[in-house]
Nanobody, 122 residues
Framework: VQLVESGGGLVQAGGSLRLSCAAS????????IGWFRQAPGKEREGVAC????????YYSDSVKGRFTISRDNAKRTVYLQMNNLKPEDTAVYYC????????????????WGQGTQVTVSS
């Protein structure tokens, strides 16, 4: 089982990034996928998740209206489009797979990627 995030980087405030989460070793379409982030000295925070059944999205208040989660089961990939980025979005972003939806807590997920760094400069 493997989840691999990519697409992170350095961007100016107001800019955009699209993160990808590539899955292998399990049947992606059977799992809900969540995106989390963790800034230095802070707890891991759930920002978005997407259901396995009908790709319904769920967002935290902190990213609602700016981030969009989507999935392409044929490509075994889940995406997080991040627009109008703010310095407070700076963190390591992780994707995770689980069976619960909506699920915003890290303990509700079974499999995790290694993370990708997103840095937003002011």
């Amino acid at each position: 089982v493997q989840l691999v995030e990519s697409g992170g980087g350095l961007v100016q405030a107001g800019g955009s990034l699209r993160l990808s989460c590539a899955a292998s070793g399990f049947t992606l379409e059977n799992y809900a996928i969540g995106w989390f982030r963790q800034a230095p000295g802070k707890e891991r925070e759930g920002v978005a998740c997407i259901s396995s059944s009908d790709s319904s999205p769920y967002y935290s208040d902190s990213v609602k209206g700016r981030f969009t989660i989507s999935r392409d089961n044929a490509k075994r990939t889940v995406y997080l489009q991040m627009n109008n980025l703010k310095p407070e979005d700076t963190a390591v972003y992780y994707c995770a797979a689980g069976h619960l939806y909506p699920a915003a807590l890290a303990g509700q997920y079974e499999y995790w990627g290694q993370g990708t760094q997103v840095t937003v400069s002011s």
